[in-house]
C-alpha cells in the first residue's frame, strides 16, 4: 500500500541542468541526477539519450524526459530507494527516487518519456 504524499520523503533541492560535467544539484538527463554532488543513475528506468542521440526523434524524447524529471525532482521531498547493487559499472549510484511511495521514473514511462529498465541498450530511433 503506497505511502501517504510526502511521507518519509525527506530529501530535497533546488535542481538546474548539468548537460555536462559534475554539479552539486542538477538534472543530467531523463535517468541521472546529482545529488548533493553525488552522480545518481535512476535505476528502473531508460530514457532517451542527450548527449550523443542516435536519431533526431531519440534527441527530442530525451530533451522531454530531462525536462520532466527536472520538474518532478523540484515539486517536492522525495526519497531515494537503494537496489540490491550500489553502483553501476560507471561508478553512479543507483537509485530509485519515489515520492509518497511512487517512483517518480514511473511518472515517466506512464508518460511515454521512458521504458522501464530490463538491462543492457536498447535503441530509440
Keep these: 500500500m503506497p505511502r501517504a504524499a510526502g511521507s518519509g520523503d525527506s530529501e530535497r533541492a ?3 541542468f548539468c548537460h555536462a560535467g559534475g554539479g552539486t ?3 543530467v538527463d531523463g535517468d541521472t541526477i546529482y545529488y548533493r554532488g553525488t552522480k545518481i543513475r535512476i535505476a528502473d528506468i531508460d530514457t532517451p539519450e542527450t548527449h550523443e542521440p ?3 526523434q531519440e534527441a527530442a524524447l530525451g530533451k522531454q524526459a530531462t525536462q520532466r524529471m527536472h ?3 523540484n515539486s517536492g521531498p522525495f526519497s531515494l530507494e537503494s ?3 550500489d553502483e553501476d559499472r560507471f561508478g553512479r549510484k543507483l537509485r530509485i527516487l519515489t515520492r509518497g511511495g511512487q517512483s517518480l521514473g ?6 511515454g518519456l521512458a521504458r522501464w529498465y530490463q538491462g543492457g541498450r536498447r535503441p530509440w530511433c
Design 14 to 16: 533546488s535542481f538546474t
Design 25 to 27: 544539484n542538477c538534472v
Design 54 to 56: 542516435r536519431c533526431p
Design 71 to 73: 520538474a518532478l525532482v
Design 83 to 85: 537496489i540490491d547493487r
Design 106 to 111: 514511473g511518472i515517466l514511462v506512464d508518460e
